[in-house]
């Protein structure tokens, strides 16, 4: 199926910046992943966007974003720097991810970087998720199965301290203490004041996990890479807000390109 044109969506840019864990480029040029249980494959051809799986259509509209115009939006985004960012990171697209694949994701990114998250969700996935049918993938594993574990259990993944954090973020979410659905359609400061309920959730993770999952576009993750990037070229007084409901999108321009820079060097 095609999903669009390139230009609406870089495949590389956007599972290559932070945002997801489980889309892996093959030496073929495709990327293949697991979203909702669904296996998928994304590749490019002539300037366009296609992916097979058995998922329906829609399924891919909504977790692309399709129905935005990033484009327009991005128009918002002014100033030199910000307008850099968002010239080289065209392309990126927020990715309406599941809220509890997000928020165990994200609490394994702690002080982690991306290959090493990328290895414990995969075998997180593979010692407690279903196997699909095609016998290489994994479902992501519920809450409710890794609320019944033990840090001892989560030992194969190799998550270190994150273990006792993944355990209570999944039994808060089974007992109903947090409930994803509700955070989705409050509003996102509340969504973050309630996530940092969670042991182990700080306010970098519980913003991440609000943009990706609860798809809360107001969200503006700062971490390492955002705060130096802050400080070099955003004046002192500057507040995220300022860039209206979308500031999620130019946080991915800014962490992108900042990264990026800093790698070229």
């Given amino acids: 199926m095609r999903l669009c044109s390139e230009k609406e969506l870089d495949i590389s840019k956007t599972f290559e910046c932070g945002q997801c864990f489980r889309w892996n480029l093959g030496a073929d040029g495709i990327y293949r992943g697991v979203v909702a249980g669904h296996y998928a494959e994304v590749s490019t051809h002539d300037g366009s966007v296609y992916i097979t799986s058995d998922a329906p259509d829609e399924l891919w509209s909504e977790y692309f974003d399709l129905s935005t115009d990033y484009a327009a939006v991005s128009k918002a985004f002014t100033g030199e720097y910000l307008e850099k960012c968002t010239e080289y990171g065209s392309g990126i697209r927020i990715l309406r991810q599941d809220g509890w694949e997000a928020l165990c994701s994200f609490i394994i990114s702690q002080c982690n970087n991306i ?3 990328k290895g414990i969700v995969e075998r997180l996935c593979e010692n407690f998720g279903d196997k699909l049918s095609n016998g290489e993938y994994y479902t992501f594993p519920s809450a409710h199965v890794i609320s019944l574990l033990t840090p001892d259990d989560l030992s194969c993944i190799r998550a270190g ?8 973020a999944a039994q808060a979410v089974e007992n109903g203490e947090i409930d994803l659905a509700a955070l989705r359609a409050c509003d996102y ?18 913003n991440c996990v609000v943009l990706f999952g609860l798809w809360h576009m107001e969200a503006f993750p700062i971490d390492v890479w955002m705060r130096r990037a802050l400080k070099e070229n955003f004046p002192p007084d500057f507040k995220p807000e300022s860039l209206g409901e979308y500031a999620g999108l130019a946080q991915q321009y ?3 390109y900042a990264r990026s820079m800093r790698r070229e060097k």
């Fill in 161 to 168: 301290y994150r273990a006792e954090y993944i355990i209570a």
């Fill in 254 to 256: 800014i962490f992108f």
């Fill in 115 to 117: 290959s090493r998250i």
């Fill in 189 to 206: 400061r509340q969504a973050i004041k309630t996530l940092r309920t969670i042991r182990g959730v700080g306010e970098k993770v519980a």
